[in-house]
């Protein structure tokens, strides 16, 4: 496996992961090769800020005689484009899964540059249905493998969690377990809290330069703020401590805390990004952003069967027991042959 960095927080890190554990599951061996982060081998010239291009011949002795290559989003976004074009000719004519998680005509600063590059062994894969529709308009042919779940959490500490961050007694919590960056509408999180006059928590810092924007934001909230998790807790305890997860992107690939709030049991409201349209179609149901007297009566009494109902549908589609037999059906056709 093949990407800009693994082991860290970002979504393609946390789904690489999940992609790593299957295929062990399934018997096989898998080195990780990034540019930063956590790998098993680290090349220079991968990571996305690299100011020189990966040698050629390190990284043909990094990914050495593998019988797949699993590319993670080196190839799809141009975040570092001679180390895209280094990875694609290493692979040419070799049996790899190109893993899109993101492609560039979705992020406007972006859009003008060119898509992924394509090979007759190659198989490419994408995380949702719009991503898929649009590399078949320019003729390339796409699996749809959605991001997958544990959807038996382990429970996590609420009172712990809402003491190590200062929210007393009975203060409703928002957590909005994001990044801050643009795309992620910290804005619109934040209106969210303070008219359902609860406490704001950003879990991610800041990244992409908005620093300064979201500390403009953080001085004039009209409520309390929180950001950041003390060490020592885990997910589970950010999601115990909520009462209402907010997901107020503009642009998401998929949008984790839409099913990790599901497996959560936690009420989601939601900006109407494109690709959330896909889950809801699925059965999935979430709050919008302006629906306040809804989420104050979901707070005060949470709605057993919307949640029980949301779980059922992530079940069938989303669970992470599902995923080392679907990626088992892909590995196996990609290792047989340029698809007909």
């Known amino acids: 496996m093949v990407s800009f960095r693994f082991g860290l927080a970002d979504g393609v890190s946390v789904e ?12 096989h061996t898998v080195t990780m ?23 050629r011949f390190e990284l043909a002795r990094a990914i050495g005689n593998a019988d797949l290559v699993i590319v993670e989003n080196l190839c ?15 692979l040419e004519s070799r049996p790899a899964i190109l893993h899109h998680h993101d492609l560039p005509w979705q992020r406007r600063h972006l859009a003008h540059l060119a898509g992924p590059p394509k090979d007759p062994a190659w198989r490419h894969v994408v995380i949702n249905e719009l991503s898929q529709a649009q590399l078949a308009h320019r003729k390339i042919d796409a699996t749809v493998l959605p991001n997958h779940f544990d959807l038996d959490p382990p429970e996590g500490n609420r009172a712990a969690m ?13 957590v909005h377990p994001v990044r801050a960056i643009p795309r992620k509408n910290v804005a619109a999180a934040l209106r969210l809290s303070e008219r359902l006059g609860a406490i704001y928590w950003l879990v991610g810092g ?12 953080f001085e004039y909230a009209r409520t309390g703020v929180r950001q950041g998790v003390p060490e020592g807790f885990t997910i ?18 998929f949008g984790n805390s839409t099913i990790e709030s599901v497996a959560y049991r936690k009420p ?3 900006y109407p990004y494109p690709v ?22 979901f707070v005060e009494r949470p709605d057993a069967e919307l949640l029980d109902e949301n779980l059922a549908v992530a079940r069938q589609h989303f669970d992470l027991a599902l995923l080392p037999g679907r990626l088992n059906r892909l590995v196996r056709a990609t290792l047989a042959g340029p698809a007909r």
Do not use: C, M, Q
């Open 76 to 90: 799809s976004l141009p975040l570092n484009v001679p180390a895209s074009e280094a990875v694609a000719s290493v």
């Open 16 to 27: 690489s992961a999940k992609w790593a554990w299957a295929l062990r599951a399934l018997g």
């Open 206 to 217: 800041a990244e992409d330069g908005f620093d300064r924007e979201l500390d403009h934001l």
């Open 33 to 55: 090769v990034a540019g930063s982060g956590h790998a098993d081998v680290l090349v220079d010239g991968l990571e996305i800020g690299a100011t020189s291009p990966p040698d």
């Open 162 to 174: 809402r003491a190590a961050i200062g929210v007393r007694g009975s203060a409703t919590l928002v």
């Open 268 to 270: 989601l409201a939601r």
């Open 276 to 297: 959330i349209a896909e889950l809801e179609r699925r059965g999935l149901r979430y709050f919008d952003l302006d629906a306040i007297e809804a989420l104050e009566k």
């Open 236 to 253: 589970a305890d950010v999601y115990a401590a909520a009462d209402v997860v907010v997901l107020s992107s503009t642009w998401e690939g």
